[in-house]
């Protein structure tokens, strides 16, 4: 059994669209608006997951993605 890590960036995870979007869309962002939107981008959306005989199922939402890193066997 190996451990997986996953990344995922998707329309709940690290999604700065939707945070500037709620935010008014603002032309030019204020200082704390780009941190906020920083803080969005940089948050850790990891999961650690394990392979069941050598497979994982995830469901990926629509332009979402994915990054698994195998991380030992």
Do not use: W
């Not at 190996?2 to 869309?25: F, I, Y």
């Not at 200082?31 to 469901?59: F, M, P």
């Amino acid at each position: 059994t190996s451990r997986v890590r996953l990344s995922r960036v998707d329309s709940e995870h690290g999604n700065t669209l939707a945070a500037n979007k709620s935010m008014g869309c603002p032309r030019y962002p204020t200082q704390a608006q780009v941190r906020a939107l920083n803080g969005v981008a940089e948050a850790d959306t990891t999961q650690s997951l394990r392979l069941s005989k050598g497979s994982i199922k995830l469901e990926l939402p629509v332009n979402g993605v994915f990054l698994l890193e195998v991380l030992n066997k």
